[in-house]
């Protein structure tokens, strides 16, 4: 069983986000306390990730087109910490 940790930012936006996102930011919660990111590869709609650049040691999984967890995973101690939820930033 993996834990889950949030911090302060993450816990105060969610309150701001659509009650969809919430709800599906929950069960991704739960799919990750059931098996770390590896778990994330048996649903598909998640599109988990790593990143590149300055949060390459971070992964990325989609809650909707538009918005995104971006957390940290320590395999060592089975933990995982949220790092932001977000609307995802697109380039154009």
Known sequence: MWKVYETKEVTKSLRRF?????RKY?????VVK?????????????????LKGELHECRSSRLSIQYRVIYAEENAVKEIVVLKVTPHEYKK
């Open 26 to 30: 929950k069960a991704w919660v739960e």
């Open 34 to 50: 059931n098996g770390g990111s590896t778990n994330l590869r048996n649903y598909p709609g998640f599109r988990d990730e790593k």
């Open 18 to 22: 659509p009650q969809q996102i919430q």
